[in-house]
């Protein structure tokens, strides 16, 4: 069965351009979180979407937002991009939104260079 | 691949020994915990679970301890294999109202010295 896949694994843009990258969640999971892995740091959460809604929110500044589409894969987009963005954009899926007894599993991420 | 365990506390440990690494956690209100592992270039492998309600739970040659007197944990690997070199994280739990939110600690990179 296949794990989270995001996509693209690398990318490079400038300051003040706007990205999206994609998650899909392993099949049968209903739950997608979005985490920032600043270069030696442990992933830091930005959201949680269930069911196409955003549940919950990490102390991320507006210009992170996502959607959920009705198979349940995610987008994360971030506009007017910093040198400070630059990170691995890790994608989490989970069977719902809910903490107490289930791991979230993670994808191998996306490499995100700001020049 | 980029490594992810530069300025992380480093454990060094001889291939085939036992290793034990150690994490504090900050919230008594999490009520689940898990150790993950990070290779270079890859995310977060879940290794283990457990609930606050156990003090210890055990995999295939890992071992979770759980302290919540103190807000501890720790994960034991035994006869460590050159396989087990990552970083390792634990990451706490809880659900503030709706959601899951996940923190993780910072991480200890795990060298095995063949």
């Known amino acids: 069965d296949a794990g989270v896949t995001q996509s693209p694994t690398h990318l490079i843009k400038t300051r003040g351009q706007h990205v999206t990258l994609r998650c899909s969640p392993i099949?049968?999971?209903?739950?997608v979180s979005w985490y920032q892995q600043v270069l030696g740091q442990g992933p830091q959460f930005i959201f949680q979407y269930y069911e196409k809604e955003e549940r919950g929110r990490g102390n991320f500044p507006d210009r992170f937002s996502a959607r959920q589409f009705p198979n349940y894969s995610s987008e994360l987009n971030v506009n007017a991009l910093l040198l400070g963005d630059s990170a691995l954009y890790l994608c989490?899926?989970?069977?719902?939104?809910?903490?107490?007894?289930?791991?979230?599993?993670f994808g191998d991420g996306t490499r995100l260079s700001i020049l | 691949g980029e490594s992810v365990g530069l300025h992380l506390p480093t454990l060094s440990v001889q291939e085939g020994d036992n290793s034990i690494i150690n994490c504090a956690y900050s919230?008594?209100?999490?009520?689940?915990f898990i150790w993950y592992k990070q290779e270079s270039g890859k995310g977060p492998q879940f290794i283990i679970d457990?609930?606050?309600?156990?003090d210890k739970r055990q995999g295939q040659r890992v071992t979770v301890l759980l302290n919540k007197t103190v807000k501890h944990l720790s994960l034991q690997i035994a006869a460590t294999q050159p396989g087990d070199s990552a970083v390792y994280f634990c990451?706490?739990?809880?659900?503030?109202?709706?959601?899951?939110?996940?923190?993780f600690g910072t991480g200890t990179k795990l060298q095995v010295i063949p």
């Open positions: 457990i609930r606050s309600n156990m």
């Open positions: 990451a706490e739990n809880m659900d503030p109202g709706g959601y899951q939110k996940v923190t």
């Open positions: 989490a899926s989970s069977l719902d939104n809910r903490g107490s007894n289930q791991p979230q599993h």
């Open positions: 919230n008594s209100a999490s009520d689940y």
């Open positions: 099949s049968g999971h209903k739950s």
